[in-house]
């Protein structure tokens, strides 16, 4: 019987083949966004593009890092192609937004974009630091069937 609560299959399991078309997928759209940045869709913006290219990549270590390192739960089909999509339109098409497709011109840094690049690091640290807190409280044997309800969660 298949333990699947909220969309999500709960059950440990490798699942490599999914794990590796996800990160195929996820490469595709990386390499995509690079070349965006390199000419390849006229943008006006190339110095925000580059950091939102930026961006992309560190979400895509990342992704990599929980796939194959923090993740001890099967990956359904469902969610390899669900998740890629939604990656693809945020990576993507806010590259083309933040580049400046629809504006036409560069818009001048201001602090606004300082608090952005701030909560983004904030929150990539956030989110990963605990998912590492987590992995290490759950390999300690004394934890086993225990609910991790310590560190950043």
Same mark, same amino acid.
């Given at each position: 019987?298949?333990?699947?609560?909220?969309?999500?299959?709960?059950?440990?399991?490798?699942?490599?083949?999914?794990?590796?078309?996800?990160?195929?997928?996820?490469? @595709?759209?990386?390499?995509?966004? $690079?070349?965006?940045?390199?000419? =390849?869709?006229?943008?006006?913006?190339?110095?925000?593009?580059?950091?939102?290219? &930026?961006?992309? @990549?560190?979400?895509?270590?990342?992704?990599?890092?929980?796939?194959?390192?923090?993740?001890?739960?099967?990956?359904?089909?469902?969610?390899?192609?669900?998740?890629?999509?939604?990656? =693809?339109?945020?990576?993507?098409?806010?590259?083309?937004?933040?580049?400046?497709? @629809?504006?036409?011109?560069?818009?001048? @840094?201001?602090?606004?974009?300082?608090?952005?690049?701030?909560?983004?690091?904030? &929150?990539?640290? $956030?989110?990963?630091?605990?998912? $590492?807190?987590?992995?290490?409280?759950?390999?300690? $044997?004394?934890?086993?069937?225990?609910?991790?309800?310590?560190?950043?969660?």
């Amino acid at each position: 019987m298949q333990d699947n609560q909220g969309g999500i299959n709960r059950q440990h399991n490798s699942s490599l083949k999914q794990k590796i078309v996800f990160i195929t997928l996820h490469t @595709f759209i990386i390499i995509i966004s $690079l070349y965006i940045v390199l000419e =390849g869709v006229e943008i006006y913006d190339k110095q925000r593009a580059w950091i939102l290219f &930026g961006f992309s @990549f560190i979400y895509f270590l990342r992704h990599i890092t929980t796939l194959f390192y923090l993740l001890q739960r099967q990956v359904d089909w469902g969610e390899v192609f669900g998740l890629s999509s939604f990656f =693809g339109l945020f990576e993507i098409g806010l590259l083309l937004l933040g580049a400046g497709i @629809f504006h036409q011109h560069a818009i001048e @840094f201001d602090w606004t974009d300082s608090i952005a690049i701030i909560l983004f690091f904030l &929150g990539s640290y $956030l989110n990963t630091y605990s998912e $590492l807190q987590r992995k290490w409280w759950k390999n300690d $044997l004394k934890n086993k069937g225990k609910i991790y309800t310590k560190g950043l969660f």
